[in-house]
């Protein structure tokens, strides 16, 4: 709830500071003493509009602080105030405060850390919410009137939220399968092609390299065919040098024993056989390695360059091509087999949706049954409120299916008809400012809303009515400040202001040509003073002094 409220230099406003309790506080004052303008700063911790005029004469800037408490943090400011990575300790107030230049621009802190004007207006509901001539926003707007019904009815829409995410994912996996089998389809016949040509060729892993080495040697035999057959022809014959060595050795071996020198020789040129058998055997299976096929070599080549072609054509390395056909044979594979897939979501769709139309009907039933509850209590509201002609309805219609969630199929709006025989419109529509706060008046009595904004404000809520109407007026902001914990209510009427647990008086003080504007916390007898002032007027009597003790004394 609003704890404090701090004002420095806004337009009358020198400084103030000003304590708020729990209950009903009232603020009171002449017209024109300057009401308003603790509203419009307040107004401004709440995201609205910065306008220079609020600066005070003279001064180069202005500011507003609020200060707010809770026992625990609403979720609604949590989690706006960790969307702005803004942290508050637990059981630490929440200080709002926003400054605006005499020159143009504002900023505004929160616990002060600098913040966005957007971050402002976010809190702004869960924190106060206010009811005024010209209001058209909390009960007002009919976006919340669906969550406020539901709440006075109990309904717990934790079954029904789950319901509704359950059949959106069945929905949603339905419609992803469906484009899945959409788009293989319009690719089959392409598919069917690409895997023909794949399997015709049927890759084999490792395959491009292999045929690369191979083309290679024969290239290279192809080259050196013309000096291997030179060197056939040299080392084949009976005149060849190795089958001179040989004679030479045979020869020698015969002498050998001879002498040393000649046995020396004879190894030396047994030696030189062998080495020159070793090399007649090496230029023989370098021979038949290297042989040149023509036949083997242009289909090596010609295999080389489907095989790149199909790889180039299908954006991927020959290696890949084995895996890319099996891949292709899994896709058509799929969509032999999505038929049966997709009959199996469609069921889990089906059922999905069914589940939550019962779940939905039964909370459409609940608000049907809750609204009829909430129009007695709201009529009964009224008369006391000098509403007695008017008539209030809780309309309730099931929306078209592509606007269902997760709250249902129902659009609930707050409706009221002002005069007899006249047609219900919504509560925005009224003309009357002040049939306006009464009806919210009525409406939220009836509803003893729980969850709302920590702080309510009604601004002359009374205006055009006294007596009897502001006494029940008072009577019913005192049991909803009750039930909310604290409401604050900017009133004309003694009435109404003979009910509040704290009352402030606005005066507006004129030196020279300075107005200044101040607020006070009255005491009681200060507050038997004005009451009795709003009674009598200008000169306050004996006999308004003792009609406000008795205004007093009976609440």
Request: charged share 30%.
């Amino acid at each position: 709830m609003l704890t404090r409220l701090s004002i420095r230099n806004i337009v009358l406003i020198e400084a103030l500071d000003l304590d708020f309790g729990r209950g009903l506080g009232v603020l009171t004052g002449e017209t024109g003493a300057g009401k308003s303008i603790l509203l419009d700063a307040l107004g401004l911790v709440l995201g609205d509009r910065a306008e220079t005029a609020l600066v005070r004469a003279g001064e180069a800037k202005a500011s507003a602080t609020a200060s707010f408490e809770f026992a625990e943090l609403p979720d609604a400011i949590a989690e706006a105030l960790d969307d702005a990575e803004i942290e508050v300790e637990e059981g630490e107030p929440l200080l709002i405060r926003r400054q605006v230049k005499a020159d143009g621009g504002s900023k505004a802190f929160v616990n002060d850390q600098p913040a966005s004007v957007a971050l402002l207006r976010a809190l702004a509901p869960a924190l106060v919410e206010l009811h005024g001539q010209h209001d058209d926003r909390g009960l007002v707007n009919p976006r919340g009137h669906r969550a406020l019904l539901d709440r006075f009815a109990g309904i717990d829409l934790g079954a029904l939220e789950r319901r509704w995410a359950a059949w959106a994912k069945a929905e949603a996996q339905l419609a992803e399968a469906r484009e899945r089998q959409e788009q293989a389809k319009a690719d089959q016949d392409l598919l069917i092609a690409h895997l023909a040509e794949l399997t015709a060729l049927e890759p084999q892993a490792g395959e491009e390299a292999r045929l690369a080495d191979s083309r290679a040697d024969m290239q290279k035999g192809e080259r050196l065919s013309g000096e291997l057959e030179e060197l056939r022809h040299i080392w084949e014959g009976s005149d060849s040098p190795l089958a001179s060595l040989r004679v030479a050795a045979r020869r020698l071996d015969r002498i050998a024993p001879e002498h040393p020198l000649l046995n020396e020789a004879l190894a030396a040129l047994d030696r030189a056989v062998i080495e020159a058998g070793e090399a007649e055997e090496k230029l023989e299976a370098a021979a038949q390695a290297l042989v040149h096929d023509p036949q083997a070599l242009d289909a090596a080549e010609t295999r080389l360059f489907e095989l790149r072609a199909l790889a180039r054509k299908h954006r991927c390395e020959v290696d890949e091509l084995p895996d890319l056909m099996r891949a292709m044979r899994g896709q058509l594979d799929s969509i032999e087999g999505g038929e049966a897939q997709l009959d199996a979501l469609e069921v889990a769709a089906r059922e999905g949706r069914e589940e939550y139309l019962k779940a939905a009907e039964k909370a459409h039933n609940q608000r049907i049954k809750a609204a009829k509850t909430l129009d007695k209590a709201v009529a009964a509201e009224l008369a006391p409120l000098k509403l007695d002609a008017a008539r209030f309805l809780t309309s309730i219609g099931k929306l078209p299916e592509e606007k269902w969630g997760a709250h249902g199929m129902d659009a609930c709006e707050f409706l009221i008809a002002t005069n007899p025989g006249a047609d219900f419109a919504p509560l925005a529509k009224i003309a009357s400012g002040g049939e306006l706060s009464r009806f919210i008046l009525a409406l939220k009595v009836a509803l003893a809303e729980k969850g709302g904004a920590a702080t309510i404000i009604f601004d002359e809520i009374d205006r055009g009515v006294g007596g009897a109407v502001a006494s029940a007026i008072g009577e019913r902001l005192a049991r909803l400040a009750s039930a909310e914990g604290q409401l604050l209510a900017v009133t004309h009427s003694p009435q109404v202001a003979a009910r509040g647990n704290t009352h402030y008086l606005i005066a507006k003080a004129s030196s020279g040509t300075v107005t200044k504007t101040s607020v006070v916390l009255l005491d009681e007898a200060g507050r038997q003073e004005e009451i009795a002032r709003m009674l009598s007027g200008a000169e306050v009597t004996p006999e308004a002094r003792a009609q406000a003790d008795r205004l007093l004394e009976g609440v």
